[in-house]
């Protein structure tokens, strides 16, 4: 009997107060709100970096599919290494909000028409690639933003550069601006739910894009899951690569070029 007694009083001494549990639970919370946070974003990041390798290698696979079967150089490009020529374009004319409007030579030459690249190819091109090798579930030639080709909170690159820049007042109809994507930009939606908007009117004309990696699912913005890139080459190959190009990237976002890096696990020099 003594004994039973000791037993269940060195019990006794064993538990823990209220006060200890609570300051326990308490430690343990602080612990996990300063660990959760970062936990989730480092699985966002991993995840858009996933989605991110899976989009870039099947628009490049498409796209250098039809040159292959072409097998041929295509016409549908900006040049790799910048104008072959001797002409040095500078502006010659600028609107009110500072975009240009009109290029010349700076030597006084005649501006050439392929100043950005050949593309008298460009139309037949972006069909096909849209329309037969791209698994294309619905394409909005225009009206994009009504027809539900976009999220509904969307924004184009001149509402992002006015947030961060409140001071400038932006282009409303400048390259990838809201009103244009919205209103004139073809959007083409693939398969897998990602889009891909085409700059100009639709048939496309040039080869410069923005996509969404993840489509509508969010978080839809700039440098996250929406990237802008255009297709590159030289007149010897026809398109050699998909190059970067920049109009808007959202706080702690990525452009193109870094998130190619880190989905790929290349180090940049």
């Known amino acids: 009997m003594p004994y039973c007694l000791s037993n269940l009083v060195s019990l006794k001494k064993a538990a823990f107060t ?28 991993a995840v858009l970096k996933n989605q991110f ?29 910048g104008y072959p020529g001797d002409c040095k374009a500078v502006c010659a004319e600028r609107n009110e909000y500072g975009s240009c ?6 030597n006084g030459d005649k501006y050439p ?21 791209l698994k294309t579930t619905k394409i909005c030639k225009d009206k994009a933003y009504e027809q539900g080709c976009l999220p ?5 690159a001149d509402i992002v550069r006015s947030e ?3 001071d400038k007042e932006q282009d409303p109809n400048g390259i990838f601006s809201d009103s244009k994507i919205k209103n004139n930009y073809p959007v083409f939606v693939l398969a897998d739910g990602s889009y891909v908007i085409a700059y100009g009117k639709y048939p496309v ?34 398109i050699t690569r998909l190059d970067e190009q920049h109009y808007a990237t959202e706080t702690g976002g990525k452009r193109f070029q870094q998130m190619y890096n880190e989905a790929f696990n290349i180090n940049a020099q």
Not at 152 to 156: H, I, L, Y
């Open 164 to 166: 961060q820049n409140p």
């Open 205 to 238: 004309g040039m080869p410069v894009f923005v996509a969404d990696i993840n489509g509508q699912k969010g978080p839809n913005k700039w440098g996250y899951d929406l990237f802008a890139f255009q297709i590159e080459g030289d007149l010897k190959n026809g």
């Open 18 to 45: 209220l006060a200890e549990v609570l300051i326990t639970l308490g430690i343990i919370g602080v612990v996990a709100a300063m660990t959760i946070p970062t936990i989730s974003h480092n699985i966002q990041q």
């Open 152 to 156: 509904e909170d969307f924004r184009g």
């Open 101 to 106: 409007l009109k290029w010349r030579c700076e």
């Open 113 to 133: 028409d392929n100043y950005n690249g050949p593309m008298s190819e460009c139309h037949s091109f972006t069909e096909e690639l849209f329309s037969n090798t």
């Open 53 to 81: 390798k899976k989009f870039y290698s099947t628009f490049w696979q498409a796209v250098i599919g039809i040159q292959t079967k072409e097998g041929r150089p295509i016409q549908c490009y900006y040049w790799a290494n």
